[in-house]
């Protein structure tokens, strides 16, 4: 949309037609040609059908540039800012429930846009803030509120309008206007009804709903991810993260996986189909695109990872580990479960997923009861067969309750010297059992085992079962979970299957599906949970503010509010994961819209006022048109034109031309030691720093043997960081945040050795600063370590100088890095014994760049503090600069001097 | 574009030492009596065998050609052809048309020069002796001192005029005539003086040089023609119209000149200035000396 500031001057194009015509009735002025052939043109007459007149292109081209120049002098503007019309007051609603996260600075623009475009006194709410006081809204001069817009956050739940709608309705208010910014989901009827009963409505929509997560199942080997859209338009594919820690604790994405819509379908299913043991890792599953706390799914650890306990009798004799009926159990179990042993009474305190009794004669009356309760509750128990057994079957005779079958007394031998039977193979696996697909290898015999009695029910309990038909796996449900049983032992004593590969095939098959995954609300009642880690409204994790416990009904109970919001809760040692949607709570597409409300888009452009580019326009018109004058008038060489034309289509070719990727610059880095920093796109920040790292650079060489080139630019969203071995990063609220690609980039630099020096500039001055905040949300998403303010005898304060302090152009700031893992005491000292402890980001606020600026002649650019106190705080900031090039360039090099005694003591004898 | 003596002279004998000395016709030698380096039929200096005569008193005694004499008891003497040489005068175009070129090509004056300059070298080296008429250099000479003067009254050749005017015939009849121009003039401005020289007994050759657009006329578009001094002009509205036509008139002119040259005798060369000079040099020297 294009407005115009000055339309009075578009007038002037009422005045084209006159010119048309005078263009038109004057021929295009003769050129004069010395020619001695004229002679012979005397007496000659021109042919009657000469066109006179200019040519029709020609014509147009003047029309054209005139046309331009009046547009360009009436002021066009591209997307002018609407003078928010109305009077009285206005109320800018936003939703700003975990929905509006993805558009976050889309919404934030808008409001902007709206507060920029407004002089009348405003309210800014969000729906997912508390309820406004007795008082009413606050409505004050919007110039007021722009500055906070920028501190607003989603929250990690849904808006409650019904709520807002009920506080409108019993709070009587002087009428206002609102604009509604929506997430563009789930019912707005009430609370539309409410605000237009104080006055009009315009409703913010349009942008594409979030899509959201449900908690996953595993079916087969297969980890299946219910993925929910709201706008079931086009086909689409979704790519989902499965996020969890890599084997040396740090968070990654473990796989990738693409959840595709059909067009018109609402629900989908991502398939992560992943080894086994990583998928035990994952931690949380994440949309790889449009971040928000409903696109988040945390992994509980009950869910993914299996819960196994093995019941070890009391009694239990000291034997040969070999011959430890639970042994081949742990080592095929402990890999892809969590095994834990103990008394059946604290094993069944810890709720496994799985408890095995191997060859366990009968427990106890009481001991029964709660087994049987806990496998109705969902339990998988799981048996093995052995002398105990057998002999607990002949005194027992009747149904043991926490057996599938009845069991004949005693055992059968099959082989050996006192039999004529052989030890029997395994039959091929059916196509209903969990064992289906599994091949029996055919070294695998089964010397003894225990028998069923035969009945009517036998042949639908039996899973797997030998080549006679006898059962070897035998299985029944009860309640929600069930019982299994190997009628062989779990050691080598009856069988060699436990020797076999197929065992631990045998195991996962019944171990991972164990669970139902349901029953959450039951391990929930009853109890205080505190919540551990809680998610923001983008769906980053981040550790929950001091809190009050909620109480396990509340935490059950959906949709979540300010109070349960999705995270990790604890109870005790217990840790449960809730998540912000199921089922019930998922979004559905806005609806209840009264038909008179005005509905508008984001058409959130920034204001472009145009004139320059129709003055360009027009001037090069005119260009062309003496060009063109040139060749009708036959003035102009063809090899002229051919040049002009070259000449121009190769200028806007070279403008166009994107940069090429350039090998120089890796070249560059590659071949000398050079300091780089990011640019932030703030001109006045990126010549500071590149002043500050020239600088740098200059006091390095001068006293140290470190001789960096001049310093680097670096696009971190482009450039490659890989050979840079120190990177400066000031932090301005312009950041932008970091796509996956970038980030991915960074983590790997870091992890290789390399440092980012992150500066904020602004000494610290207020906890919330908004730097802070910023550069917070940007290393949210690196794999940073935990960090701890600089201790005194860090490797940093004496890499170089001996330092205490560690000043820029401010000296208040703290400076951040590596918290120290472990600290021991030699001779009395406190010394840092890492064996690799360069940290790999150094957080500073002091603006050091500024302090170490230097032009060409190495004078300081920007003043430090004042008179010989200031020269001193420079000094001490360009100290500080070389310690650290020091330390990125030599590591923990100096914290081995401390051993330098010791050495020498050792050379000397 | 003027050259200067010594430039124009150096670029003449260049391209002269390419060919053989030229030799003027000697038929028209008793016709010719005072002009040309040829046998005078009769006796006098000359390098060619006369006639032997009796010896007679008073004649030198290295006169005598004793090989003729040993065969007999007179005395003969060896009398040698009384030769002359040939005068060749040449007019080369001194007006403002002739400075015309377009672009890459030189003008047509200067092609001129050279080919006037570079003949007169050959000829002087022939014996013959040239001249340059309506300059200094105009009465005839030969050696390099002639060569000098006329290489300096080409050099300052040039008048105020826009088309060229033919000179009349004076003096010394006979001999060779060579014109160098475009012969753009009015009719009334050639053709008389042609008539003259003709009738004066002269032969000789018109070389007609004409520049490469003034063959093609490439214009198009309005254009306001001029002369070269300024004093004639044509507009035309769209040039490209009156091509055609003029193709025809520049046609005529040539034609004229050529049917002229026929009847007459002489000679006729259209020379455009894109050709090499070479080329109408050996023309040149080809038509001098077919006269023979």
């Known amino acids: ?909 | 574009m003027s050259q200067t003596a010594q430039s124009l002279r150096a670029n003449a004998q260049a391209l002269a030492g390419v060919l053989p000395p030229l030799l003027a016709d000697a038929e028209r030698l008793a016709a010719n009596v005072a002009l040309g380096a040829h046998g005078r039929r009769r006796a006098g200096s000359g390098e060619s065998f006369w006639q032997y005569r009796h010896a007679m008193p008073g004649d030198s005694m290295a006169s005598i050609d004793w090989r003729r004499s040993a065969q007999g008891d007179a005395l003969f003497i060896r009398e040698r052809e009384w030769e002359a040489s040939q005068t060749v005068a040449f007019w080369v175009d001194p007006s403002k048309a002739m400075q015309y070129h377009s672009k890459s090509n030189a003008p047509k004056a200067e092609r001129a020069k050279l080919l006037a300059q570079a003949t007169a070298s050959l000829l002087s080296r022939a014996g013959e002796r040239v001249a340059l008429m309506q300059s200094l250099a105009s009465r005839p000479g030969f050696g390099q001192n002639k060569l000098h003067q006329i290489a300096l009254a080409l050099s300052k050749l040039g008048d105020e005029s826009d088309y060229g005017k033919l000179p009349m015939p004076h003096g010394a009849r006979g001999g060779h005539r060579v014109f160098f121009s475009d012969f753009m003039a009015a009719e009334a401005d050639i053709f008389p003086a042609l008539h003259a020289h003709a009738e004066a007994g002269n032969d000789g050759a018109l070389v007609h040089i004409l520049d490469p657009s003034e063959e093609a006329f490439p214009f198009d578009g309005r254009i306001i023609f001029e002369s070269m001094g300024g004093v004639i002009d044509f507009e035309t509205k769209r040039a490209k119209a009156l091509r055609a036509e003029y193709h025809q008139r520049l046609q005529a002119r040539s034609e004229q000149l050529r049917q002229w040259a026929h009847r007459a005798g002489w000679h006729y060369l259209h020379h455009s200035t894109a050709q090499a000079a070479q080329a109408a040099l050996l023309w040149l020297f080809n038509a001098l000396g077919s006269q023979r």
């Open chain 1, 1 to 909: 949309m294009i407005g115009f500031l000055s339309p009075a001057i578009l007038l002037g194009l009422l005045a084209l037609p006159i010119l048309w015509w005078l263009l038109r009735a004057v021929p295009p002025a003769p050129s004069r040609y010395r020619f001695p052939g004229v002679r012979l043109l005397l007496g000659l007459k021109d042919p009657e059908s000469i066109p006179d007149h200019t040519p029709w292109w020609l014509l147009l081209l003047r029309l054209t540039a005139l046309a331009a120049a009046i547009i360009a002098f009436a002021e066009p503007v591209l997307n002018p800012r609407a003078k928010t019309a109305g009077e009285g007051r206005l109320l800018v609603l936003m939703d700003g429930g975990w929905a509006s996260a993805p558009d976050w600075q889309i919404r934030l623009a808008k409001v902007d846009e709206i507060l920029a475009g407004s002089t009348r006194p405003v309210a800014l709410r969000l729906l997912t803030d508390p309820l406004p006081a007795e008082g009413g809204m606050d409505f004050i001069a919007p110039q007021d509120l722009r500055p906070i817009i920028k501190s607003l956050t989603p929250a990690p739940y849904a808006p409650d309008r019904d709520a807002f709608a009920d506080w409108l309705l019993s709070n009587p208010q002087e009428p206002f206007e609102t604009i509604w910014i929506s997430d563009g989901i789930d019912n707005a009827g009430p609370l539309a009804n409410a605000l237009q009963a104080r006055g009009a409505l315009t409703l913010v929509t349009g942008l594409e709903p979030a899509l959201s997560l449900l908690p996953g199942r595993i079916e087969g080997e297969q980890l299946l991810l219910p993925v929910h859209r709201v706008a079931t338009g086009a086909a689409q594919s979704v790519p989902v993260l499965a996020i969890g820690p890599a084997p040396d604790g740090v968070e990654q994405v473990l796989w990738r996986s693409v959840a595709d819509f059909a067009p018109g379908q609402a629900d989908t299913l991502a398939v992560f189909d992943m080894p086994f043991e990583l998928r035990n890792r994952i931690r949380r599953l994440a949309l790889a695109e449009g971040a928000s706390a409903g696109g988040v799914v945390l992994a509980d650890s009950g869910l993914l990872r299996r819960k196994v306990a093995l019941y070890t009798p009391r009694d239990s004799q000291e034997g040969p580990q070999l011959v430890d009926p639970l042994f081949y159990l742990k080592k095929a179990l402990e890999p892809s479960s969590q095994v834990i042993r103990g008394t059946l009474d604290e094993l069944l305190l810890a709720v496994p997923d799985v408890l095995i009794l191997a060859d366990v004669g009968a427990l106890s009356e009481e001991e029964t009861g709660r087994v049987l309760e806990w496998i109705e509750a969902g339990g998988t128990l799981l048996r093995f067969a052995g002398p105990r057994l057998a002999s607990a079957s002949r005194e027992l005779g009747a149904h043991d309750p926490l057996l599938p079958v009845a069991l004949r007394a005693g055992g059968r031998q099959l082989g050996g010297a006192m039999t004529w039977a052989t030890p029997k193979r395994l039959r091929p696996f059916g196509a209903d059992s969990p064992f289906a697909g599994l091949v029996p290898p055919d070294d695998v015999e089964v010397f003894a085992q225990v028998l069923a009695q035969p009945g009517p029910d036998l042949s639908g309990k039996v899973l797997a079962a030998l080549e006679d038909g006898t059962p070897l796996v035998t299985s029944a449900r009860r309640g929600q979970g069930r019982m299994v049983l190997f009628h062989v032992t779990a050691n080598a004593e009856w069988s060699n299957l436990p020797l076999s590969g197929l065992f631990v095939d045998m195991l996962t098959r019944l171990s991972i599906s164990a669970r139902s995954g349901a029953a959450a609300e039951e391990e929930l009642v009853g109890q205080n949970w505190l919540a551990s880690r809680t998610l923001d409204g983008f769906g980053t994790l981040a550790d929950a503010a001091p809190g009050q416990a909620v109480s396990g009904e509340l935490l059950a109970s959906t949709p979540r509010d300010r109070r349960t919001p999705p995270g990790y809760y604890q109870s005790f040692e217990r840790e449960v994961a809730i998540n912000l949607l199921d089922e019930e709570t998922l979004p559905k597409a806005l609806y209840g819209l009264p038909l008179d409300v005005v509905v508008e888009g984001f058409e959130a452009q920034p204001e472009t006022p145009l004139k320059t580019l129709f003055l360009l326009l027009a001037l090069a018109l005119l260009m062309l048109d003496i060009l063109a004058s040139l060749f009708i008038s036959g003035r102009m060489s063809r090899g002229g034109q051919l040049a002009l034309v070259v000449l121009a289509f190769g200028l806007a070719g070279e403008a166009a031309q994107a940069q090429p990727a350039d090998d120089s610059r890796a070249l560059l880095a590659a071949n000398n030691t050079v300091l780089a920093y990011v640019i932030t796109g703030d001109s006045r920040i990126d010549e500071i720093s590149r002043a500050g790292l020239f600088g740098l650079s200059r006091t390095l060489t001068l006293r140290t043997s470190i001789e960096p080139v001049d310093p680097l630019a670096v696009d971190i969203e482009r450039d490659d960081i890989s050979l840079i071995p120190f990177l400066y990063w000031p932090i301005s609220d312009q950041q932008a945040m970091l796509s996956p690609v970038a980030v991915g980039k960074i983590n790997t630099y870091l992890r290789n050795g390399g440092m980012i020096m992150f500066d904020t500039r602004d000494a610290d001055l207020g906890a919330g600063s908004i730097n802070g905040g910023v550069l917070q949300r940007l290393t949210a998403q690196l794999e940073i370590p935990p960090l701890a303010p600089i201790e005194p005898d860090h490797v940093l304060s004496r890499s170089f100088y001996l330092l205490e302090v560690f000043p820029g152009r401010w000296n208040k700031g703290r400076l951040w890095v590596e918290a120290p893992s472990n600290l021991t005491t030699i001779e009395g000292a406190p010394f840092r014994n890492l064996n690799d402890g360069v940290t790999p980001v150094v957080i500073g606020s002091n603006d050091f760049a500024s302090a170490w600026a230097q032009d060409e002649r190495g004078r300081p650019v920007y003043p430090v503090g004042q008179g010989a106190r200031g020269e001193r705080q420079r000094e001490l900031a360009n100290r500080f600069g070389v310690n650290l090039i020091m330390y990125v360039m030599t590591g923990n090099y100096k914290s081995d001097q401390v051993h330098v005694p010791a050495l020498l003591e050792r050379l000397g004898q």
